[in-house]
């Protein structure tokens, strides 16, 4: 087995880092699990998680920039809980795994990539030029 290279010097690793980080730490489990622990954004609850500061947060955004957050169609809805029950474990390993250098990690990353590049282009589209469209693509 070879020695891992040191995470100073993969310097594309620490993108791909923040990239997991991120998405574990605020998109899965703060944004994500917002749109499926409240139904309906106009009549809700403040949940006991995501924090009220974070709910307001995502209403806040969706309202001005991303009409399709609001609207939580049944699919928006199950791309949002590939997230949340697979992505979100997945991001946790992926951490473990480029910060220790594994190189098993490759061949699963390729994998996440595509079905991440999948959900994300439908997601796309559908903000671009579906029936909840962006009124301010950002």
Do not use: C
Not at 17 to 28: E, G, K, Q, R
Not at 78 to 98: C, E, K, N, R, S
Not at 99 to 105: F, H, L, M, P
């Amino acid at each position: 087995m070879r020695e891992p290279i040191p995470l100073s010097q993969r310097h594309f690793d620490w993108l791909v880092i923040a990239f997991f980080l991120i998405n574990l730490s605020f998109i899965t489990y703060i944004v994500d699990l917002e749109q499926l622990v409240i139904p309906d954004p106009n009549h809700f609850v403040y949940p006991i998680w995501p924090p009220a500061v974070f709910v307001d947060l995502v209403h806040s955004y969706a309202r001005q920039y991303d009409p399709l957050q609001l609207a939580r169609p049944v699919w928006w809805k199950v791309t949002i809980w590939f997230d949340a029950l697979g992505f979100g474990p997945i991001y946790a390993i992926a951490l473990y795994a480029y910060i220790r250098g594994k190189e098993w990690i490759r061949l699963p990353s390729i994998i996440f990539g595509t079905a991440l590049f999948t959900i994300v282009t439908i997601i796309l589209a559908e903000e671009t030029f579906g029936p909840y469209k962006s009124p301010q693509l950002r």
